[in-house]
C-alpha cells in the first residue's frame, strides 16, 4: 500500500491567523475590542513583526478586524465564510502555482500602473525597505520570502485602493512560488545569482513606479510575473535557472 506523500508545515502566518482567529470566533476577543499591540502578540507566539502584520492582513481581508490608522486594529465579528480564499492544498503542484501567477497577472499589472500614480513618499520608503531586505536576506544566505511578498504587497498598498491590499493579504506569502515548491535549505551561489536577478525586476518596478510612469510599471510588473512563470515551467523540466 502507497504511503501518503508528507504534508507540507503550516506557515507561522497561517498559525497564527488560526489562533487569532479561534479567538475572535469562540468570543476570547470580542466584536469592538482592540487586539493587544503588534509586540505583545509577537512576544506570545514568538514570531517576528511581519508575520505579525501578514497575519493581521489577512484577519483584514476576511473582515474579522479592522485598522485604524493611529489607534490600533479591531475586531470586528466572525469574518464572511463565504470570502475569496486559495488553501494551501491549493497550491500543492506546479499547476496550481501557475495558475495563482497567471491570477497575479491579471491583477498586479494594473495595481503597479495605479502605485506609479498614487503612491507617495511613505509608500516609496517601505517599497525600498522591502528591496533592501530581499538583498540583505540573499546575502546572509536566505531565499528572501518574505521581503519578495512584502514588496508586492506594498505595491498594492500604493494604489491607495484597499481593495488590492485585500486582496494581497488574502493570497499571502504563498503566493511567492518558491514558498511553495522549494526546499528550505542553504542557498547555492547558483541559486542566489538567481534571486538576485529576480530583485534585478524588482528594481525595474520600483524605478517605474517612483518616476510616476503607469505604462512602464505596468510592463515591467507583466515581464518579472511572466519570467516568474517561465522559471517555475523551466525549474519542472529540470533546469532551475
Known amino acids: 500500500?502507497?504511503?501518503?506523500?508528507?504534508?507540507?508545515?503550516?506557515s507561522l502566518t497561517a498559525d497564527?491567523?488560526?489562533?487569532?482567529?479561534?479567538?475572535?470566533?469562540?468570543?476570547?476577543?470580542?466584536?469592538?475590542?482592540?487586539?493587544?499591540p503588534e509586540g505583545a502578540i509577537m512576544e506570545e507566539f514568538g514570531v517576528s513583526r511581519t508575520?505579525?502584520?501578514?497575519?493581521?492582513?489577512r484577519l483584514q481581508a476576511a473582515a474579522?478586524?479592522?485598522?485604524?490608522?493611529?489607534?490600533?486594529?479591531?475586531?470586528?465579528?466572525h469574518g464572511d465564510g463565504s470570502?475569496?480564499?486559495?488553501?494551501?492544498?491549493?497550491?500543492?503542484?506546479?499547476?496550481?502555482?501557475?495558475?495563482?501567477?497567471?491570477?497575479?497577472?491579471?491583477?498586479?499589472?494594473e495595481s503597479a500602473a495605479l502605485a506609479a500614480v498614487r503612491r507617495t513618499p511613505t509608500n516609496l520608503a517601505a517599497l525600498r525597505s522591502a528591496l533592501d531586505a530581499f538583498a540583505g536576506a540573499v546575502a546572509e544566505g536566505r531565499d528572501a520570502v518574505g521581503p519578495d511578498y512584502q514588496f508586492h504587497l506594498e505595491i498594492a498598498r500604493s494604489?491607495?485602493?484597499?481593495?488590492?491590499?485585500?486582496?494581497?493579504?488574502?493570497?499571502?506569502g504563498?503566493?511567492?512560488?518558491?514558498?511553495?515548491?522549494?526546499?528550505?535549505?542553504?542557498?547555492?551561489?547558483?541559486?542566489?545569482?538567481?534571486?538576485?536577478?529576480?530583485?534585478?525586476?524588482?528594481?525595474?518596478?520600483?524605478?517605474?513606479?517612483?518616476r510616476q510612469?503607469?505604462?512602464a510599471a505596468r510592463a515591467a510588473m507583466r515581464t518579472h510575473l511572466a519570467n516568474s512563470k517561465e522559471r517555475r515551467q523551466r525549474a519542472a523540466a529540470g533546469n532551475t535557472r
Do not use: W
Not at 1 to 10: E, G, H, I
Open 16 to 36: 497564527l491567523v488560526q489562533a487569532l482567529g479561534d479567538r475572535i470566533r469562540d468570543g476570547s476577543l470580542q466584536a469592538g475590542t482592540k487586539l493587544p
Open 159 to 172: 494604489t491607495q485602493n484597499a481593495h488590492y491590499a485585500g486582496l494581497m493579504a488574502t493570497l499571502g
Open 64 to 77: 474579522m478586524v479592522e485598522t485604524r490608522h493611529g489607534i490600533g486594529t479591531f475586531v470586528l465579528g
Open 213 to 215: 510612469d503607469p505604462e
Open 174 to 210: 504563498s503566493m511567492i512560488p518558491r514558498a511553495r515548491l522549494e526546499k528550505a535549505e542553504p542557498l547555492t551561489e547558483e541559486r542566489a545569482d538567481y534571486l538576485r536577478r529576480v530583485n534585478v525586476e524588482h528594481e525595474s518596478i520600483l524605478a517605474a513606479i517612483e
Open 51 to 57: 508575520v505579525v502584520r501578514e497575519a493581521i492582513s
Open 1 to 10: 500500500m502507497l504511503s501518503s506523500p508528507p504534508r507540507r508545515p503550516r
Open 83 to 109: 470570502a475569496f480564499r486559495i488553501a494551501p492544498a491549493q497550491l500543492a503542484t506546479l499547476n496550481d502555482v501557475i495558475g495563482v501567477l497567471e491570477l497575479r497577472m491579471a491583477v498586479e499589472t
